[in-house]
Structure formats: structure tokens, C-alpha cells
């Protein structure tokens, strides 16, 4: 499939924008993201993995990443990647286009991938990539972009120049991924909305005294019955 965008045109974006956004600012979506992964990670009770994160944009994530292990951190930004490696440097960073990049295969035992799904041009092909980039066994830790949510409930700025943009519903990424792992288990995380009625439902003034009631619990209903922003997915290359 040929790159309707050139990557020259994406690289100039995901520059501009890490270096305005995630540089300064990591938002809520983002650390429940993490938040997820880390939770994943932990069970496994290791301190000794080869972790990759495809599309680590300012290598935000990387840092917490270490206590697990050996971190490489790949991304299209490489203004941005040049200063994360001076800020990080027991983290192995290669900038580019993950396509084209020359990677060992099978040299990781976990890849992480945060809302990067939605912003390749080839899918099937980039899952394919991420597990041949993984051993026997090895985990893939997928956040993205939950299509339902952000089209029905959500206002999105057009993609700029140079952002792609192709959102999944949670079928058609456990398509996309059964293709190449076994799926271990989606679900949705950090319910979001800013019109419809959800956006009433997901306010903190209509939350506020349920929360102080039940807890978190009426949010962790809304993420089990797929209306949060993110799907989080883990799925294990067959052995």
C-alpha cells in the first residue's frame, strides 16, 4: 500500500507537535494509558525484559519503562527523539520511519505502542512488523484510539498536514492483531466526552457526588462497556 501522506509531511508534524504537546504536557488519556501497561508489566514480576516502544514521540513513557528492563524507543520525530536522548541516556533511541527501519527480529520480549495505530498508513502491515520484532511468547501492549467514542461523542479538529488518521471499533483491532498474536483480553479506559449526552454523564459536576459515593466504580462501568476513549489491548506472540 503506498503512503498517501509522505513522511517527510509526517515527520514534520509528529516534530511540531511533540515539541509543543507531549515535551511539556502529558494529559490524562495518555497516563491511564500508561497506567495500564505498567499495571501489565508488573504482573509479570520481571525487571529484565527487551522492551521496544514503537512510537515513543518525546520518551515520555520510556523513563518508566527502565524499572522493567532494556528500553528501546523507536519514532518518526527526530528533532524530538535527539533531545529525549539527551535526557535519557540508558534508553536506546532510533529515529524513523518504523516501516523502513532495519530491526532485529525477534529481539524483544514485550513491544508498547501508545495511539500509534491510527496514525501508519499499512496496518496489517505494522502489527506484522511489531511481531516479528518480538520472541516467541513476547507480549504486544496496544493503546488506541477507541472509533465509536471519539466519531459519536467527541469534537475532533481535522488532521493537520502531515497526521494521518484511522481509527479502530474494538473488532477490528482484534482482527487486526488475531492475524499475528493470540488476543489475551480489550477493553476501553478513561471515559471522555465533550458533546451529546455523554458529555453530560462524563462531567465532573454531574460526577462529583456519585464518585463520592461509589467511588470510581460508575467510571469503570462506563470503560467495561466500551465507552472509554482508549482501547488497551494485550496480545502474546504464539510460541
Not at 494529559?27 to 504482573?43: C, E, K, N, P, Y
Not at 462531567?203 to 482508549?230: C, H, M, Q, Y
Request: hydrophobic letters at 45%; a positive charge; aromatic letters at 10%.
Amino acid at each position: 500500500m503506498n503512503d498517501p501522506v509522505p513522511v517527510s509531511l509526517q515527520q514534520r508534524f509528529w516534530n511540531e507537535w511533540n515539541a509543543t504537546t507531549r515535551e511539556h504536557h502529558v494529559d490524562v488519556v495518555s497516563i491511564d494509558q500508561a497506567r495500564v501497561v505498567t499495571g501489565w508489566l508488573s504482573r509479570f514480576g520481571r525487571q529484565d525484559f527487551d522492551i521496544i516502544e514503537v512510537g515513543c514521540g518525546a520518551g515520555w513513557f520510556c523513563e518508566d519503562l527502565k524499572q522493567f528492563g532494556n528500553v528501546t524507543g523507536t519514532d518518526l520525530s527526530n528533532e524530538v527523539l535527539a533531545r529525549a536522548q539527551q535526557r535519557l541516556p540508558d534508553v536506546h533511541f532510533i529515529a524513523g520511519d518504523f516501516f523502513a527501519l532495519d530491526l532485529a527480529t525477534e529481539a524483544f520480549d514485550v513491544a508498547i505502542t501508545l495511539e500509534v495505530l491510527s496514525h501508519v498508513h499499512d496496518q496489517p502491515t505494522f502489527v506484522t512488523k511489531i511481531a516479528q520484532l518480538l520472541r516467541p511468547g513476547g507480549y504486544l501492549m496496544m493503546a488506541t484510539q477507541n472509533r465509536p467514542v471519539l466519531q459519536r461523542y467527541n469534537r475532533i479538529p481535522p488532521p493537520k498536514l502531515g497526521q494521518l488518521r484511522r481509527w479502530v471499533d474494538k473488532k477490528q483491532l482484534r482482527s487486526l492483531l488475531a492475524a499475528e498474536f493470540d488476543v489475551v483480553e480489550i477493553f476501553s479506559v478513561t471515559p471522555k466526552a465533550n458533546k451529546g449526552l455523554l458529555r453530560i454523564l462524563h462531567s465532573r459536576t454531574f460526577n462529583r457526588p456519585i464518585r463520592a459515593i461509589a467511588g470510581d466504580r460508575v467510571d469503570r462501568f462506563k470503560e467495561a462497556i466500551g465507552l472509554g476513549w482508549t482501547l488497551m489491548a494485550l496480545a502474546r506472540k504464539p510460541v
